[in-house]
T-cell receptor, first 116, second 116 residues
């Protein structure tokens, strides 16, 4: 089975640009997460979808970050406009929500963004 | 809100010595689910082990952890460190009743570096 697929793997953007990161979750998974990973903050939740419905929009990330889930097998994360402080690895993860089992997250390989 | 606190920063060990990475948590959930994720260099995080049972040891790949609700702890241990254990370790928390909330609260991560 295919795991979580993220594209692009690397992106360099100029300050003020709009970038779109893409994610294909594991087939059949109904939870999808976007995280930002930095050395200082670790993993920060940006967005969380359950069965395509937005459950959590990441609070502090609302203004320039927008995640969408157009169908159950594809999600995008738009950052607009980008700022140098957005330089990080963006991880997409999916899981299958089941009763009492403790969802295991399956992470993609990440999109490394550098904003100059 | 919920929070997870891990051993800060970097833990360095000589090969063969025991490993202990601390994890404590705060939560409103009466049935917390605790996880350890491991991330090796240039890889994405993956599940190492998980538990929701109080005072029961959980083991995987030589590592073990026991959830102690009385002390809100879920420390990760291994009897003898190996060079290949060098990685970033995240402790995470969710609610066992995943119909309501599927997202995890992550700690900031602890980097383990094992030397020969």
């Amino acid at each position: 089975d295919a795991g979580v697929t993220q594209t692009p793997r690397h992106e360099v953007a100029e300050k003020g640009q709009t970038i779109i990161l893409k994610c294909e979750p594991v087939s059949g998974h109904n939870d999808l997460f976007w995280y930002r990973q930095t050395k200082i903050q670790g993993l920060e939740l940006l967005s969380y979808f359950r069965s395509k419905s937005l459950m959590e929009d990441g609070g502090a990330f609302k203004d320039r970050f927008k995640a969408e889930m157009l169908n159950s097998s594809f999600s995008t994360l738009k950052i607009q406009p980008t700022e140098p402080k957005d330089s990080a690895v963006y991880l997409c993860a999916s899981s299958l929500a089941r009763d009492n089992s403790g969802n295991t997250l399956y992470f993609g390989e990440g999109s490394r963004l550098i904003v100059v | 809100g919920d929070s997870v606190t891990q051993t800060e920063g970097l833990v360095t060990l000589t090969e063969g010595l025991p490993v202990m990475l601390n994890c404590t948590y705060q939560t409103i959930y009466s049935n917390p689910f605790l996880f350890w994720y491991v991330q090796h260099l240039n890889e994405s995080p993956r599940l190492l082990l998980k538990s929701f049972t109080d005072n029961k040891r959980t083991e995987h790949q030589g590592f073990h952890a026991t959830l102690h609700k009385s002390s809100s702890s879920f420390h990760l241990q291994k009897s003898s460190a190996q060079l290949s254990d060098s990685a970033l370790y995240y402790c995470a928390l969710s609610d066992r009743w995943t119909q309501v909330v599927g997202q995890l609260t992550f700690g900031r991560g602890t980097r383990l570096q094992v030397y020969a």
